[in-house]
């Protein structure tokens, strides 16, 4: 009998000193991943457009855009156009009130814009350019009576129509274009953060 109560106490103490475990780092299992959206040729919308609620008050992603975002249009005032990158509509109608992030190959350097509709008004400012392959942060913001668009450490604001709480809508998805369709196949990489 004094033999089991040793062990035990031994065991005891023997569990008692090891050491705790370090805290777990995110895995490729916990850690959002890219999603590659795709833009076909003579294309507007991306292959993963589809209907996804939204109703948050942010929006952080992160995109890599490759090569594939240097194109030229048919008609060269188009090449001043603003593709959509991601965002969200307060509303069922995007075209209405809505924020997005947008992009286009301009002046030898791939830009990204505010882009904003505030009560069927669209709006936008160029934030910066960025590097194609490098990948980028954003973030949209609801803020009182503004939208506040952050991507590649520069943060710009526009007006927001909607007064108080984020009106609940659905998220948007990359698109090209204006007037023309894509000229060629584009990928875009872009990771939602929750």
Partial sequence: MKRLVAASILFL???SCQKSKPALLPTA???PAFITYTIEKNDHYSDRTNFQAFGKGELNFNVIFDSSAIYQTTSSINQSDINKLFGFSEGDDHQKNSARIGWGWNKNALRLYAYSYANGVRKFKEISTVQIGKEISCKILVSG???QFEA???TVTLDRFIQGAVVPGYMLYPYFGGDETAPHKITIR???IP
């Fill in 13 to 15: 103490l023997l569990q």
């Fill in 145 to 147: 009576n503004q939208y």
């Fill in 29 to 31: 299992e916990t850690r």
């Fill in 190 to 192: 872009i990771m939602q």
């Fill in 152 to 154: 590649a450490g520069t």
